[in-house]
């Protein structure tokens, strides 16, 4: 209905499905940098961590809704998730060093996926798709300049 081939939309839903399952994890890896933080930093990175865990569980929503729009169907579980997210759950890590390390790490997956769907969304005309990565691309980068700046 909106103008894309099948085969793409199915191929475009399955890249979407993984990227989906590396933003749910890393939200939840978040989410522990958010309680299990400790030392100096604790109040500014506390609070930084929680803007950033509302922002993946946006993200989330709005790649689920995209991937409604092509016509797939979104993944939802954490087995899913697990399978196909190249991120990794992350245990036991509270420092400051550690979590921005980690957060930087992960930072980086999410950035090479998005690069990778906008690369394929633009070769087959798929505005909605492209535009979606587009803005996240930017906001990637600068997640990775800032907290790069903290690690220096």
């Not at 309680?35 to 689920?64: R, S």
């Not at 070769?123 to 535009?131: K, L, R, Y």
């Not at 803005?135 to 690690?151: H, N, P, R, T, V």
């Amino acid at each position: 209905m909106i103008g894309l081939n099948d085969k793409y939309k199915n191929e475009m839903a399955d890249k979407l499905n993984a990227y989906l399952s590396n933003v749910q994890v890393m939200y939840m890896n978040v989410r522990g940098y958010h309680w299990n933080i400790v030392g100096k930093q604790f109040f500014a990175l506390h609070a930084k961590f929680e803007e950033i865990y509302d922002k993946l569980n946006d993200v989330a929503d709005e790649v689920a809704e995209r991937i409604l729009m092509i016509g797939g169907k979104p993944l939802h579980s954490f087995t899913e998730y697990l399978k196909k997210s190249s991120i990794k759950e992350r245990l036991n890590v509270s420092s400051a060093e550690e979590t921005v390390k980690a957060l930087l790490a992960d930072t980086a997956v999410l950035l090479e996926k998005e690069r990778e769907i906008l690369a394929m969304a633009s070769d087959n005309d798929d505005e909605g798709t492209a535009a979606l990565m587009s803005d996240l691309i930017g906001e990637q980068e600068k997640m990775i300049w800032m907290f790069g700046a903290l690690l220096k």
